[in-house]
């Protein structure tokens, strides 16, 4: 039989209980990385249209950030900036932020959570759209980094010539990155 707590209300708990969630919650944040994964998996499938799906997509990114030079947490960063687009494809950018701040600096953070406003510069005018939305950050300490992983990883990474690293290339990144939370959020 399953341990469970004694309450029924946060508030009613005891310090075992909370000891036992505690405990319990160990080997559930220790197959993070695997649940990432798994989501990632995700992206396979999709609305379609591009020559390559989001899956090929983020291994193509983070290919391009690591054969740039780029740190471990850009690398995974790069990775993952589009897991949120299966479920939340208006807000992917803030969603992929939200699972990377407890493991990345608020920096990388900001640079994924903007990333598809930043985006918009290679084509919001084909829909009308002001393509400079981007320049209302001009001057925030991680505009630049943005622009950069736009311009040079993410706006590039849909060929399907490219010599995209196999997940299997990241996959100890991500276990490094997820590991444990470096940074506070909120």
């Not at 090929?56 to 471990?72: I, K």
């Not at 919001?124 to 980094?145: C, I, Q, S, T, V």
């Not at 010539?161 to 444990?180: C, V």
Request: hydrophobic letters at 40%.
């Amino acid at each position: 039989m399953e341990e469970t707590v004694s309450f029924i209300a946060m508030a009613d708990g005891t310090e075992e209980d909370y000891r036992l969630l505690e405990r319990l919650e160990k080997p559930f944040m220790t197959a993070l990385p695997q649940r990432v994964l798994a989501h990632l998996e995700l992206l396979k499938e999709g609305y379609g249209g591009y020559k390559i799906d989001r899956y090929q997509h983020s291994l193509q990114t983070a290919t391009r950030a690591q054969r740039e030079g780029a740190d471990e947490e850009m690398i995974i960063a790069a990775l993952l900036h589009d897991i949120g687009d299966t479920i939340a494809p208006l807000a992917h950018g803030p969603m992929a932020a939200a699972i990377l701040s407890p493991y990345v600096s608020p920096e990388t953070a900001w640079v994924i959570e903007k990333h598809p406003l930043f985006q918009g510069y290679h084509y919001f005018h084909h829909y009308g759209m002001d393509r400079n939305l981007r320049e209302k950050y001009r001057g925030h300490p991680a505009f630049e980094r943005t622009c950069h992983f736009c311009d040079a990883w993410d706006q590039a990474s849909f060929d399907p010539n490219y010599d995209t690293a196999p997940i299997e290339a990241f996959t100890p990144m991500l276990h490094r990155i997820l590991e444990k939370p470096r940074w506070r959020v909120g």
